[in-house]
C-alpha cells in the first residue's frame, strides 16, 4: 500500500511540470513579439501630362491648337502644379497680394500662338496677353522621365523706355524653372542642387524670342534677363545665358527709288 500511495505521488508531481498541449504551441512568455514587418513603399507615380501631344502640330494644324489647348480643363491645374513661385513683374495685386505664377501665365498664353514639339520629347506653347501683344510668354516642357521639367518665360516691357510701337523698345526677359537652375559654377545656392539650363530649352527660347511681334515686324530687343529660382530669388543674367542674342534695333525700311524714264 505504501509504495502504491508514492507512485501515485509521483505521477501527481509529473503532471503538474508538463504544460498542457497547447501550451507547446504558444510563444513562451518571456520572448518579445516578433518584430512587424516593414510596410512596402508606395512608388510615386509618374507624372501624366501626355495629353499635351495631342494639342501638337499635325497634318492639318501646321501651328498646333493652342486655343483648344488653353480651353483643355487640365490646363490650369497643370499650371497651378508647376507653376508655384512667387512673381512681382506682372498685374495688380489680387486682394493685396501679386498675381500668382500660374495665373500670370494664363494672362501671357490666352491669346493663342504656336504649340511646337521638339525631338518627341519637349513642347513649346506661345501666346500672348488679351489686347497687349507685346506681352509675349512661353511655356516649355520636357516630357521625358517620371518628372517633367516645365518653365515659363516672359518678356516685360519697360514702360517708363519707348513705346512698344519702337523697335528700340526695351524688355527684360523673365524664366521661371520649377526646379533649380544656375549660369555659374557649382551646386546652386544653399547647397541645394541645381542644374544649368537645359540646351533645348535655350533653343527654344532663342526661337521664341527672335520672333516678330505679330503685324509689326518688329523683333523685341531684351536688355535685361531674370532666372527665378522656385522659392522666388531672383538672378540678374545676361540675356545670351538664356539663348537670347542681342537684338539690333530696326531700320525703317528705305522708300523705293523710282526708275528714271527712258
Known amino acids: 500500500m505504501t509504495r502504491l500511495i508514492q507512485l501515485a505521488a509521483a505521477l501527481v508531481l509529473v503532471g503538474l511540470t508538463i504544460p498542457p498541449a497547447h501550451a507547446q504551441i504558444q510563444p513562451g512568455l518571456n520572448e518579445p513579439p516578433p518584430p512587424p514587418r516593414p510596410a512596402k513603399k508606395q512608388k510615386a507615380a509618374p507624372e501624366n501630362i501626355e495629353w499635351l501631344w495631342q494639342y501638337t502640330p499635325d497634318a492639318d494644324h501646321k501651328d498646333g491648337r493652342e486655343n483648344d489647348l488653353a480651353q483643355d480643363l487640365r490646363f490650369r491645374p497643370l499650371l497651378e502644379q508647376y507653376l508655384t513661385a512667387p512673381q512681382s513683374f506682372w498685374g495688380t495685386p489680387i486682394d493685396g497680394r501679386p498675381r500668382t505664377l500660374a495665373v500670370t501665365a494664363l494672362d501671357h498664353l490666352s491669346v493663342p500662338d504656336k504649340v511646337v514639339a521638339d525631338e518627341n520629347r519637349y513642347v513649346s506653347i506661345s501666346g500672348c496677353v488679351v489686347h497687349f501683344c507685346a506681352g509675349r510668354g512661353l511655356l516649355w516642357l520636357d516630357l521625358n522621365g517620371a518628372h517633367h521639367l516645365v518653365v515659363f518665360a516672359a518678356l516685360d516691357w519697360a514702360k517708363e523706355g519707348r513705346p512698344t510701337t519702337d523697335p528700340a523698345a526695351e524688355y527684360t526677359l523673365w524664366v521661371f524653372p520649377?526646379?533649380?537652375?544656375?549660369?555659374?559654377?557649382?551646386?546652386?545656392?544653399?547647397?541645394?542642387?541645381?542644374?544649368?539650363?537645359?540646351?533645348?530649352?535655350?533653343?527654344?527660347?532663342?526661337?521664341?524670342?527672335?520672333?516678330?511681334?505679330?503685324?509689326?515686324?518688329?523683333?523685341?530687343?531684351?536688355?535685361?534677363?531674370?532666372?527665378?529660382?522656385?522659392?522666388?530669388?531672383?538672378?540678374?543674367?545676361?540675356?545670351?545665358?538664356?539663348?537670347?542674342?542681342?537684338?539690333?534695333?530696326?531700320?525703317?525700311?528705305e522708300a523705293p527709288q523710282l526708275k528714271p524714264r527712258s
Not at 526646379?179 to 532663342?206: N, Y
Not at 527672335?210 to 531672383?234: K, R, Y
Request: charged fraction near 15%; charge should be negative; hydrophobic fraction near 35%.
Open 178 to 253: 520649377d526646379e533649380p537652375m544656375t549660369i555659374a559654377a557649382g551646386s546652386g545656392s544653399g547647397g541645394v542642387p541645381a542644374q544649368h539650363p537645359p540646351a533645348a530649352l535655350l533653343k527654344s527660347i532663342a526661337r521664341w524670342a527672335s520672333e516678330p511681334l505679330p503685324g509689326s515686324g518688329i523683333v523685341q530687343h531684351i536688355t535685361h534677363a531674370i532666372l527665378v529660382d522656385p522659392d522666388g530669388t531672383p538672378h540678374s543674367v545676361d540675356p545670351s545665358a538664356l539663348g537670347v542674342s542681342s537684338t539690333p534695333e530696326k531700320s525703317e525700311p
